[in-house]
């Protein structure tokens, strides 16, 4: 009667024997023991009615957690004590510990375990960058970051936000940032940042009665900056500057300085070959100064100087019949023989009033045998197909005249 806690017996007769035949024993097992039958009988063939063993009380097996086990002290039986574990990378929710109870019960349920774990992600580790040569941006690339989940390591793809790798980044600070998920949905991220640099020179300007125009950013290293002055200007210095390594401009100091009129020269053909593609010039020519149409003509145009100098026009006035004819280029006079073969050379009449247009290329573009409106003549040499190319250039610089 191994490990039995109480045993009482009685035979038919009452007397206290405990193997005699029809002797009814009632068991009793120890706390943590059992028994199939709570009473046996002596039987007239020598044995008991039944086995009257008392056996340890035991829970059924417990199930492993899944990403997880348990540790017993003593297996499925009463009183064995189990701790609960998780893999690495997840977390264990639930009692940690159970109990095989006298009920046959364990004292908690099966935990889980849990991936709370996110993963995790190292972002490239990206400095600054100057632009190419020549340009306002910079070509990055770096190699696609992986992730690392410490649980059962099954990743969705990286996601990146931002420009991706192997792109032209414009100057300026650049942030981004790369996320992965996990089977679990537990999300790791990481965020890197770029600063693209533009080497620059000392901005430059547009000279007086000139115009620039640039390429790239206008100040950018490799950009590089063309001068053209205005008609009636000469340029002095270099046409063209660069933005060099050194962040310093090649080439000279820019400047457009008025054109210098040669008066002294011998002949007609000469004089006109100094306003060859600098100016348009308009000839205004008259038998006396008292002239009407003269008079008329050099009023209407004495406050339309600054529509004269943005069509890049200069007025020649011829007046008297040689040898006692002026000419004047400004406050500049002609002498008699040079303004005469002035007159004889665009065949323009001594003894009556006339007026020519010369363009740049030196062409006789049109006459007027009256005087004419400032809008009028303005008109005409708006028409021009060169004037067009300028009042684009004009409109850019935002050079107008103030009314």
């Known amino acids: 009667f191994f490990f039995l806690n109480y045993v009482s017996c009685r035979t038919p007769r009452g007397e206290h024997y405990k193997n005699v035949m029809g002797t009814r024993c009632k068991i009793r097992c120890k706390r943590g023991y059992e028994t199939q039958n709570s009473e046996v009988v002596c039987m007239a063939n020598k044995h008991w009615s039944s086995n009257y063993a008392c056996r340890e009380v035991r829970c059924p097996k417990l199930d492993m957690p899944i990403n997880g086990g348990h540790k017993c002290s003593d297996g499925s039986y009463f009183n064995s004590r189990c701790e609960f574990f998780c893999a690495p990378g997840f977390t264990l929710k639930g009692q940690k510990t159970a109990t095989c109870q006298y009920n046959k019960m364990w004292s908690s349920a099966i935990p889980t375990c849990t991936d709370v774990d996110p993963p995790k992600i190292k972002c490239p580790d990206l400095k600054d960058k100057w632009a190419e040569p020549g340009k306002l941006t910079a070509r990055v690339t770096w190699d696609t970051p ?31 940032s790369y996320s992965v998920l996990d089977r679990a949905g537990n999300k790791g991220s990481c965020r890197f940042s770029l600063r693209v640099r533009v080497r620059r020179c000392s901005p430059l300007f547009p000279p007086d009665n000139g115009y620039m125009k640039c390429d790239g950013d206008g100040d950018n290293y490799g950009a590089s900056c063309q001068f053209t002055c205005t008609g009636g200007f000469e340029l002095q210095g270099s046409p063209a500057r660069v933005c060099q390594y050194g962040l310093t401009w090649s080439g000279s100091d820019t400047t457009c300085t008025p054109m210098n009129i040669n008066v002294g020269v011998r002949s007609a053909a000469a004089l006109l070959d100094q306003f060859y593609e600098k100016r348009r010039l308009l000839i205004i020519s008259a038998p006396t100064a008292s002239n009407h149409n003269y008079r008329f003509q050099m009023t209407n145009l004495q406050h339309a100087q600054c529509g004269l100098d943005l069509r890049h026009v200069t007025v020649v006035e011829l007046v008297g019949i040689y040898p006692s004819q002026v000419g004047r280029i400004h406050h500049r006079l002609l002498p008699p023989g040079l303004a005469l073969q002035l007159r004889l050379l665009l065949r323009i009449p001594q003894r009556s009033f006339q007026m020519v247009i010369v363009d740049k290329q030196g062409i006789d573009k049109q006459r007027y045998p009256f005087p004419i409106t400032a809008a009028e003549l303005f008109t005409t040499i708006d028409t021009f197909p060169l004037r067009k190319d300028e009042m684009l250039v004009q409109q850019e ?3 107008a005249c103030q009314s």
């Open 146 to 176: 992986e992730g690392v989940d410490t649980a059962d390591g099954i990743l969705t793809d990286v996601i990146l936000k931002g420009k991706p790798p192997k792109s032209d980044f414009p100057e300026g600070l650049h942030k981004m």
């Open 397 to 399: 610089a935002g050079q």
